[in-house]
């Protein structure tokens, strides 16, 4: 059983920066592809970004493209989310996000799921 735990949420100012961590354990295959949604109140969650683990290919949701980064770090099992030039509508539930394939995975059709840190952006 992979178990997901997210860290780095927290309050920034607009325009501010924040980075999310994702640490997995309990992982018996190399092959898979981690990614971030979120939900904001009211919402529905959403698709933010993932990364294949093997070959570190990257996709993104339109709304968060050239704001946001998504890396891994492979010897830690963790996968980061870089967040940069932040907006009041990027406040949301960060969820952590693991499947087997990108379409799986950018689908919220994956098999794994973090418990979510809280981002808020606001003055």
């Known amino acids: 059983q992979v178990q997901l735990v997210e860290s780095g949420g927290g309050l920034v100012q607009p325009g501010g920066s924040l980075r999310l961590s994702c640490t997995a354990s309990?992982?018996?295959?190399?092959?898979?592809?981690m990614g971030w949604f979120r939900q904001a109140p009211g919402k529905e969650r959403e698709f933010v970004a993932a990364?294949?683990?093997?070959?570190?290919?990257?996709t993104y949701a339109d709304s968060v493209k050239g704001r946001f980064t998504i890396s891994r770090d492979k010897a830690a099992n963790t996968v980061y989310l870089e967040m940069t030039t932040l907006k009041p509508e990027d406040t949301a539930v960060y969820y952590c996000?693991?499947?087997?394939?990108?379409?799986?995975?950018?689908?919220?059709?994956?098999?794994?799921w973090g418990q979510g840190t809280q981002v808020t952006v606001s003055s």
């Open positions: 996000h693991e499947g087997v394939t990108v379409q799986l995975v950018a689908a919220g059709r994956g098999n794994y």
């Open positions: 309990g992982r018996t295959s190399s092959f898979y592809t």
């Open positions: 990364i294949t683990w093997t070959g570190g290919t990257t």
